[in-house]
């Protein structure tokens, strides 16, 4: 594998988190253990990898969105494979538009309007970050905090979806946010 091959290779690598969440937040609830969102990412990256020689971005919020439309692609894919026969097709075609949208949040949850080329690359680069640090929380809290800032539910939601207490999903919510803060903290 030649020197640029690799750097291409760790620069898709680090879209693994990020991708990752994406998928998560615009997988409907009843489809949780129904797709593997690990071979999709998996499949989107290899795409990516073996497609960028043709490409050329000039700012890593064209690089992202190239991977988002491929990460849409793929799982309108898998949901297609497990619906067979139950089409629907404004579905597939607002799955890009979703993980467009959650990618703005995420996004919007670390800063505020930039507009410059270098500020978006480094909220891009914040997103991932973020998207990392989201994948090393316990799996309890990262839902917790998706749930709640990603999707907007109320606390008594949550709660009832865990089957946890709104006290606990109080504290849950509280050290996954102070869990995120400091590992955004140690990586600066």
Do not use: C, Y
């Given at each position: 594998m030649s020197d640029e091959s690799r750097g291409q290779q760790r620069d898709i690598e680090g879209y693994r988190e990020y991708l990752r969440l994406l998928a998560q937040l615009q997988l409907d609830p009843g489809l949780q253990g129904k797709i593997d969102l690990s071979g999709v990412v998996q499949q989107t990256m290899l795409e990516a990898f073996q497609a960028q020689p043709q490409c050329e971005f000039q700012h890593a919020d064209q690089f992202a969105a190239w991977l988002r439309r491929i990460l849409a692609n793929n799982l309108a894919d898998e949901i297609r494979k497990l619906r067979t026969g139950k089409r629907n097709v404004s579905r597939e075609r607002s799955l890009e538009a979703a993980l467009e949208q959650s990618s703005n949040?995420?996004?919007?949850?670390?800063?505020?309007?930039?507009?410059?080329?270098?500020?978006?690359?480094?909220?891009?680069?914040?997103t991932i970050r973020?998207?990392?640090?989201?994948?090393?929380?316990?799996?309890?809290?990262?839902?917790?905090?998706?749930?709640?800032?990603?999707?907007?539910?109320?606390?008594?939601?949550?709660?009832?979806?865990?089957?946890?207490?709104?006290?606990?999903?109080?504290?849950?919510?509280?050290?996954?946010?102070?869990?995120?803060?400091?590992q955004l903290q140690d990586k600066e």
């Open positions: 949040r995420l996004q919007a949850w670390l800063a505020a309007d930039q507009s410059s080329p270098s500020q978006h690359a480094r909220r891009e680069e914040q973020l998207s990392e640090a989201l994948a090393k929380l316990p799996d309890a809290q990262r839902e917790a905090l998706m749930l709640r800032h990603f999707h907007d539910w109320p606390l008594a939601q949550i709660a009832e979806h865990l089957g946890r207490t709104n006290a606990a999903v109080a504290g849950l919510l509280k050290r996954g946010l102070q869990q995120l803060r400091n």
